[in-house]
């Protein structure tokens, strides 16, 4: 189960993050939709510390954190609990795309080279990239290089994983690609946040559906309810034309 209780971020005076409660069950997949600047990004961020929470509790599987005395060892279950597949893949340019997933195996989980070879080619097979082994990510698409990022991610068997907008940097023509990949891992029983301006998509990938606005929870819901009846006139408002065009474009 992943948890937050009261959470609150910061930035200067910036209030961020205004007293987020939420709580995830195992398995579930869970779409944070909302415009630019509602912190949807932050709170994927404070989830595993990447972004340091104000104060309030952080949970994931048993571990309960308080934020504002959480110690190194805390910070650090936390983080090995959570994989975060980000908008910009941040791969190590330098390494070839099999050593991109291996590192975390070897230098956080400490396996062994061969055991964490065989794993990470297995992973990069599960997403399509078994013939891109030995390529660099300068010689791979974006949506190739998000798709390493999410065999990374996986690789290192986090409860549960965090997806920032991981379409927002591709081309077009690439988005599906990665949506497939997306939807993979979905099937698989994972525990999932994905923050995304992709509506279809969340519509027909999600559990729930969690609107946020300045810093709140506005709406939360099934996919279904959120996208076919919204509750909150101010997510009606950012659905829009896909609801009025029948969900079938994207806003």
Do not use: W
Request: hydrophobic share 40%.
């Amino acid at each position: 189960m992943i948890g937050l209780e009261n959470l609150h971020k910061y930035f200067g005076k910036h209030h961020v993050l205004k007293g987020i409660d939420l709580k995830v069950n195992k398995g579930e997949v869970v779409s944070i939709l909302g415009p630019s600047g509602s912190g949807k990004s932050t709170l994927l961020r404070c989830m595993n510390f990447l972004e340091e929470p104000t104060s309030g509790f952080v949970e994931v599987s048993g571990k309960r954190v308080n934020v504002e005395s959480a110690s190194k060892k805390e910070i650090l279950a936390l983080r090995t609990s959570t994989g975060m597949v980000f908008q910009q893949y941040n791969l190590f340019k330098n390494l070839t795309v099999l050593d991109n997933v291996m590192i975390g195996l070897t230098s956080v989980k400490q396996l062994k080279k061969n055991e964490a070879k065989q794993k990470s080619i297995d992973i990069l097979e599960r997403v399509g990239l078994g013939n891109r082994l030995s390529h660099f990510p300068a010689q791979l698409s974006g949506g190739q290089q998000q798709r390493v990022g999410i065999a990374r991610a996986l690789a290192m068997n986090p409860e549960v994983l965090l997806f920032d907008e991981p379409t927002s940097s591709l081309d077009p023509e690439l988005v599906d690609e990665v949506l497939a990949t997306i939807k993979e891992v979905a099937n698989e029983g994972n525990t999932m946040f994905i923050v995304t301006h992709e509506l279809q998509f969340a519509r027909e990938i999600s559990d729930r559906v969690i609107f946020m606005e300045d810093g709140k929870i506005v709406e939360e819901g099934t996919a279904e309810q959120v996208f076919t009846n919204p509750r909150v006139e101010r997510t009606r408002q950012f659905l829009g034309r896909f609801l009025e065009e029948g969900g079938k474009v994207e806003k």
